[in-house]
């Protein structure tokens, strides 16, 4: 059923490529804390940069749980299931770090991941998560149904650029002040110039 791979191999990163969509899941230390599962996609936001290194294109959204969980305590696993073929689910645990659009690296890190942007909104592009890859592991997927592929929906784009219109990209820097800035648990974020916030 399930095992464990020393890394990310040719055939998982091809696998990894057919794939729509993939999810992160983060959690804060508070035991209180919520835990967070976060759909992301297409999958050319998605990139293995090597066999023990992922990446990942983190777009502006309504909240930044994964963000402010990293900065915390690092802990990540991005999963990906097969809705079509044989079944298969991929977990890939490890350590993030956030690398934020305005960061002197992160120009190097969009073109090295040859990441395709869903959306050509580069004021969207909240930042990089950086994923050191610790523990490769699959199971069945047995559970997963399968479903159909129709498309990506144009939503992101059509409301960044409608606060482009509105305000610059400015405007989409004053959103993530807004909404960005803690997680729900009131973990720091992202501050008002879209860099992690600091503690």
Same mark, same amino acid.
């Given at each position: 059923?399930?095992?464990?791979?020393?890394?990310?191999?040719?055939?998982?990163?091809?696998?990894?490529?057919?794939?729509?969509?993939?999810?992160?899941?983060? *959690?804060?230390?508070? +035991?209180? #804390?919520?835990?967070? &599962?976060?759909?992301?996609?297409?999958? /050319?936001?998605? @990139?293995? =940069?090597?066999?023990?290194?992922?990446?990942?294109?983190?777009?502006?959204?309504?909240?930044?749980?994964?963000? *402010?969980?990293?900065? +915390?305590? #690092?802990?990540?696993? &991005?999963?990906?299931?097969?809705?079509? /073929?044989?079944? @298969?689910? =991929?977990?890939?645990?490890?350590?993030?770090?956030?690398?934020?659009?305005?960061?002197?690296?992160?120009?190097?890190?969009?073109?090295?991941?040859?990441?395709?942007?869903?959306?050509?909104?580069?004021?969207?592009?909240?930042?990089?998560?950086?994923?050191?890859?610790?523990?490769?592991?699959?199971?069945?997927?047995?559970?997963?149904?399968?479903?159909?592929?129709?498309?990506?929906?144009?939503?992101?784009?059509?409301?960044?650029?409608?606060?482009?219109?509105?305000?610059?990209?400015?405007?989409?820097?004053?959103?993530?002040?807004?909404?960005?800035?803690?997680?729900?648990?009131?973990?720091?974020?992202?501050?008002?110039?879209?860099?992690?916030?600091?503690?």
């Amino acid at each position: 059923m399930g095992k464990v791979y020393e890394g990310i191999d040719q055939h998982q990163r091809d696998w990894i490529a057919e794939q729509a969509l993939f999810f992160v899941g983060s *959690a804060p230390l508070d +035991e209180g #804390g919520h835990v967070n &599962v976060s759909p992301k996609g297409p999958i /050319g936001t998605l @990139r293995v =940069l090597d066999d023990h290194t992922v990446a990942y294109l983190d777009m502006v959204g309504s909240g930044a749980e994964t963000v *402010a969980h990293i900065r +915390e305590n #690092g802990r990540i696993v &991005v999963m990906l299931c097969a809705f079509q /073929g044989p079944p @298969r689910i =991929l977990r890939l645990h490890g350590r993030g770090e956030v690398v934020p659009h305005d960061d002197e690296r992160f120009d190097d890190l969009y073109t090295r991941g040859g990441f395709e942007a869903p959306h050509d909104v580069e004021a969207a592009r909240r930042a990089i998560i950086l994923v050191d890859v610790t523990r490769v592991s699959d199971s069945c997927g047995y559970g997963v149904p399968l479903m159909s592929y129709e498309g990506e929906r144009p939503h992101l784009e059509a409301w960044a650029e409608k606060k482009i219109r509105v305000g610059g990209a400015e405007e989409i820097e004053a959103y993530v002040a807004k909404k960005n800035a803690e997680s729900i648990d009131g973990l720091p974020a992202f501050d008002a110039e879209g860099q992690p916030s600091r503690s």
